[in-house]
Every structure is written in structure tokens, then in C-alpha cells.
T-cell receptor, first 113, second 115 residues
């Protein structure tokens, strides 16, 4: 049972435009969400997170939006840069098992010139 | 600050052979995690340590997998005997405090190929 889903395996965006990566979850106990970025032959690196008490968190070019009623979150990258080309993983955790992350299957973003 | 170190980076073995992976977490990080990542999938937790104690090993296939974290620092994950289906990337991660929202820092992983 996939509790965190990233239904788009890949996404291609032109440099300078907005990239929108989506993530859906089924477990209503999840209350903390993270995005990780992964380059080939490297481990995932933390990008941005959001608590369920918020609906938006922004860090520079990266913004995460959370829609609790729809159990949906999205990562917006504006403007997209070629260095953003990577695989992006959505992850979730719940209070009480805060260190236990459940990951989605990832979306490969390619930013073209 | 040095990141999470893993070795080897790549390992090729024949099925039924044993294999071991080593992880050195970020200095001062009490919590250590081993994840399995299959091709096209996200990381899946195998085992989680708080200091020397394995606090969650429910996803570790204990018939062939074992792990240890002596002295609460380095950790070793072992597979004996390896099967074809064990081919994957094994990731180690660490975080500062168990049970908090601290981010997990990942190592580069060990890519295992079982022939």
C-alpha cells in the first residue's frame, strides 16, 4: 500500500519557467511533509518541509503548498534552473513517529535550456 | 562538516555470498537509519537506531539481514546469504535527535548488484 504517491514519474520544464511537482498521501495521521532532491550517484538531500498547521512554506525559489482536505501537496520552483534537474522525493511523517519517513516514488525533473 | 560516509560505493557479488556495508554518520547525530532503495522507488526504511539501540527493525528481513551499531557511532548492515532480489541501493542516514522533526542527512549509498 503506497501511502505517499507521486503520480508523475517525470517532468520537463524550460529554464526560467515554473516547475510544479505533485504529491498525494492517504494516511490522515501524516502531519509533517518534506521534499528531498537527489542527483545521480548521490544520496537525497533535504530541500524544504511543511507542518500540517501551515498551508504554505517558502524558501527562496522553492515553495511547498499543503492542501490537507485533499491530502495533496505540491512543490513549486520558480524560476527553474538547469541545476534543478534531479529526482524529487516527497516524504511524510506523523507525530509520535516523527523520525520515520515514508517516501514517494519520486519525480524526475529535467530543466531544459 | 563531513557528511554521512558509506563504503563501499559499489559492490558486485554472486548470489548466496555474504556482503557488508559500513556507515559513519555525522558527528553528534544520535539517530541512524538504513534504507533500501529499489530502482524507480523511494527509500524504504530497514532499521532505525537511537544510539546503540535498534528502536525500529520491523522492516528488516531478519532471516538474512542483520545490523549493528557498536558504541552508538558507526554501523554495519550485513546480508547473508545475498539473493538476486537484494540488488538495490542501500542508503544510510543520520539525524540529530530521535523523535523530533530534525531532517535526515543521507550518505551517497552503496549500490549492490547480486549476480
Amino acid at each position: 500500500d503506497q501511502q505517499v504517491k507521486q503520480n508523475s514519474p517525470s517532468l520537463s520544464v524550460q529554464e526560467g519557467r515554473i516547475s510544479i511537482l505533485n504529491c498525494d498521501y492517504t494516511n490522515s495521521m501524516f502531519d509533517y511533509f518534506l521534499w528531498y532532491k537527489k542527483y545521480p550517484a548521490e544520496g537525497p538531500t533535504f530541500l524544504i518541509s511543511i507542518s500540517s498547521i501551515k498551508d504554505k512554506n517558502e524558501d527562496g525559489r522553492f515553495t511547498v503548498f499543503l492542501n490537507k482536505s485533499a491530502k495533496h501537496l505540491s512543490l513549486h520552483i520558480v524560476p527553474s534552473q538547469p541545476g534543478d534537474s534531479a529526482v524529487y522525493f516527497c516524504a511524510a511523517s506523523s507525530t509520535g513517529t516523527a523520525s520515520k519517513l515514508t517516501f514517494g516514488t519520486g519525480t524526475r525533473l529535467q530543466v531544459t535550456l | 562538516e563531513a557528511g554521512v560516509v558509506q563504503s563501499p560505493r559499489y559492490k558486485i557479488i554472486e548470489k548466496k555470498q555474504p556482503v557488508a556495508f559500513w556507515c559513519n554518520p555525522i558527528s553528534g547525530h544520535n539517530t541512524l537509519y538504513w534504507y533500501l532503495q529499489n530502482l524507480g522507488q523511494g527509500p524504504e526504511l530497514l532499521i532505525r537506531y537511537e544510539n546503540e539501540e535498534a528502536v525500529d527493525d520491523s522492516q528488516l528481513p531478519k532471516d538474512r539481514f542483520s545490523a549493528e551499531r557498536l558504541k552508538g557511532v558507526d554501523s554495519t548492515l550485513k546480508i547473508q546469504p545475498a539473493e538476486l532480489g537484494d540488488s538495490a541501493v542501500y542508503l544510510c542516514a543520520s539525524s540529530l535527535v530521535y523523535g523530533s522533526r530534525n531532517e535526515q542527512f543521507f550518505g551517497p549509498g552503496t549500490r549492490l548488484t547480486v549476480l
